[in-house]
T-cell receptor, first 114, second 112 residues
Framework: DAMVIQNPRYQVTQFGKPVTLSCSQT?????MYWYQQKSSQAPKLLFH???????NEADTPDNFQSRRPNTSFCFLDIRSPGLGDAAMYLC?????????????FGPGTRLLVL | GESVGLHLPTLSVQEGDNSIINCAYS??????FIWYKQESGKGPQFIID?????DKRQGQRVTVLLNKTVKHLSLQIAATQPGDSAVYFC???????????FGSGTRLSIRP
């Protein structure tokens, strides 16, 4: 059964047209992450939520916003997508224990900007 | 970890041989390290982790070695199989910063 679900798997948008990517989880994890991954590069952390606490990376453009209305759902909003925002967007969840942390990744949403 | 650029290094290994994938990290405060496998078109998949109070940890066919002195991490895969073909990423967590950062990846290809 899917534990971290991302919808849609492929998203096409127009230059400058706002787009929202969705992530949901059935694991009840308190931490959720959004990463951007471009071809042949490592995933780059955009931001993460620890419960309701939002943590933005210093170099994440203002064009990227996130919402977490409840434990299960997290959204990535791109207000005005540019051609350079075309990438795979990965959602991950984790729970932190004294033993460490394991992330569970969703399959990703591939965003194409026309 | 630090993402170091646009071109992934590639490691080509004969099927059945052992593979060793290396990773350097930069944050000396990192205390938890993870190796991920990412197959084409999929999200990263957890392989094995290690805490900073250990220098070696073994899983099924995989071993992770940690050298904190030189901030180096390695992943050893025994008897490499075609299904091991993927990109492998290391990642590290600094507990005080509470976030996991990916390092550079290595593409592993298997020769028949």
């Amino acid at each position: 059964d899917a534990m971290v679900i991302q919808n849609p798997r492929y998203q096409v948008t127009q230059f400058g047209k706002p787009v929202t990517l969705s992530c949901s989880q059935t694991l009840n994890h308190n931490v959720m992450y959004w990463y951007q991954q471009k071809s042949s590069q490592a995933p780059k952390l955009l931001f993460h939520y620890y419960d309701k606490d939002f943590n933005n990376e210093a170099d994440t453009p203002d064009n990227f916003q996130s919402r977490r209305p409840n434990t299960s759902f997290c959204f990535l909003d791109i207000r005005s997508p540019g051609l350079g925002d075309a990438a795979m967007y990965l959602c991950a969840t984790s729970t932190r224990t004294s033993g460490g942390e394991t992330q569970y990744f969703g399959p990703g949403t591939r965003l194409l900007v026309l | 970890g630090e993402s170091v650029g646009l071109h992934l290094p590639t490691l080509s290994v004969q099927e059945g041989d052992n593979s060793i994938i290396n990773c350097a990290y930069s944050n000396s405060a990192s205390d938890y390290f993870i190796w991920y496998k990412q197959e084409s078109g999929k999200g990263p998949q957890f392989i094995i982790d290690i805490r900073s109070n250990m220098d070696k940890r073994q899983g099924q066919r995989v071993t992770v070695l940690l050298n904190k002195t030189v901030k180096h991490l390695s992943l050893q895969i025994a008897a490499t199989q075609p299904g091991d073909s993927a990109v492998y990423f290391c990642a590290d967590l600094c507990s005080s910063a509470s976030k996991i950062i990916f390092g550079s990846g290595t593409r592993l290809s298997i020769r028949p």
